[in-house]
């Protein structure tokens, strides 16, 4: 029986948060939680987060903290909420869930897959434009067909090879002694690539389930996607870090893996 805790950073985005809402409340498999985790709302968004959590006891609200600034702070924070005992993933406010089924699929997926000893659950999902609506590219780590057991080594050849799980389709589980890692928040757009490179660097252990489920549609049109170059600032800062003079294969690679799948 596998718990689901989903992480959901939030700004004055109740008119759109509806969608994420309405993807979660469907669920067959009922066994979740929402923790919002919001950033200085004005009250219409306020008022929406309030009354959705005392709809439904599943939903939390938490205000941000001055501490745990900015987007990848919120997400620090959520960690610090959530219940330990689940598989967590952080979503936007104008994500959604693929469809009704998807936690029910999640949580047959993890049973088979003997869940103790995997510390990461990387999956699928569709990045789409919002205002469009329109399917824009996959979403995944990598492009197999069949599940993938990766260990450290394999990850570590994935990565310098410019290979990064999206944010979103990964799960990390919470019972995992090697994955409870915070976000730096140094970082404002590329913290999870500098979180998936320091777990690759840095643990002594690590063993990731790849899964060819789709469980999750991305919209696009975000921050990250709009300040193109102070991400890109960052990718290079990040690679330089754990790379050296190294990092520029891994940063060639990135952007031609994103061309293939574009193409």
């Not at 985005?13 to 923790?35: A, D, G, M, P, R």
């Not at 799980?165 to 404002?188: A, C, D, M, W």
Request: charged letters at 25%.
């Amino acid at each position: 029986m596998n718990k689901f805790s989903i992480i959901v950073p939030t700004l004055n985005s109740y008119k759109i948060l509806i969608n994420l809402v309405n993807s979660i409340e469907s669920q067959t498999w009922k066994i979740w939680e929402v923790v919002f985790v919001d950033g200085e709302s004005d009250q219409n968004h306020i008022d929406y987060l309030k009354e959705l959590c005392n709809r439904d006891k599943r939903f939390s609200f938490y205000k941000q903290s001055k501490s745990n600034n900015g987007i990848f702070g919120a997400m620090n924070q959520g960690i610090e909420i959530i219940d330990k005992n689940s598989w967590f993933l952080f979503l936007g406010s104008d994500d959604r869930l693929r469809d009704d089924f998807t936690l029910e699929k999640l949580n047959i997926k993890i049973n088979s897959l003997g869940s103790n000893n995997i510390d990461l659950l990387t999956c699928r999902g569709i990045y789409f434009d919002v205002r469009k609506n329109t399917y824009t590219r996959d979403a995944y780590f990598i492009n197999k067909k069949d599940d993938t057991l990766l260990n450290l080594d394999d990850y570590k050849k994935l990565i310098y090879k410019g290979y990064i799980p999206p944010h979103q389709t990964t799960l990390f589980n919470g019972n995992s002694k090697v994955i409870l890692e915070r976000y730096n928040k140094n970082y404002k757009l590329a913290a999870d690539l500098e979180l998936f490179c320091r777990l690759a660097k840095f643990s002594k252990n690590l063993y990731i389930a790849n899964i060819s489920l789709e469980i999750i549609f991305i919209a696009t049109g975000g921050v990250s996607n709009i300040n193109h170059f102070l991400r890109v600032k960052e990718v290079i800062s990040c690679y330089l870090k754990y790379f050296k003079f190294s990092f520029i294969f891994p940063f060639f690679c990135r952007y031609y893996n994103r061309l293939k799948q574009i193409l």
